[in-house]
């Protein structure tokens, strides 16, 4: 996840051109590019714009942004913008992690099965 704010708008287009090509050799995928935010709990200032990229792994998204190709495109953002880069796998640490033969514990304790379509993770409500 990055969080931007732009200082000068002279890179944002060439940055824009060439990210893609680095993003796309390492399988990562934007799942949101956006300028749009609002604080819904806690005080904080919000960036001007928020990157959120997906990758296959950690090893992929960290060998993106260490390319050595990558790094005068880097650089360009780095100049014009404060940029801070968060990486963090996507899991649910709430949910605990079974193995396949206490699946059925599971499904008796929440009443569903973990890992189907549509799932929220989280158990039913007890209203």
Same mark, same amino acid.
Do not use: C
């Given at each position: ?45 919000? =960036? +001007?714009?928020? @990157?959120? &990229?997906?990758?296959?792994?950690? /090893?992929?998204?960290?060998? %993106? ?23 963090? =796998? +996507?899991?649910? @640490?709430? &949910?605990?992690?079974?193995?396949? /033969?206490?699946?059925?514990? %599971? ?21």
């Amino acid at each position: 996840m990055g969080e931007i704010t732009v200082h000068s708008m002279d890179w944002v287009t060439e940055y824009l051109q060439k990210v893609g090509q680095f993003i796309n050799k390492y399988k990562g995928r934007v799942l949101s590019r956006s300028l749009k935010m609002e604080i819904i709990e806690g005080e904080r200032d919000l =960036p +001007a714009n928020v @990157i959120l &990229i997906e990758f296959p792994t950690k /090893n992929a998204a960290l060998s %993106f942004f260490n390319d050595p190709d990558y790094q005068p495109v880097r650089r360009l953002r780095r100049e014009g913008s404060r940029s801070e880069f968060i990486l963090f =796998p +996507a899991e649910d @640490i709430a &949910i605990p992690k079974f193995r396949l /033969n206490n699946r059925s514990r %599971f499904m008796s304790t929440y009443g569903r099965n973990p890992g189907i379509a549509g799932d929220s993770g989280h158990p039913p409500s007890r209203e």
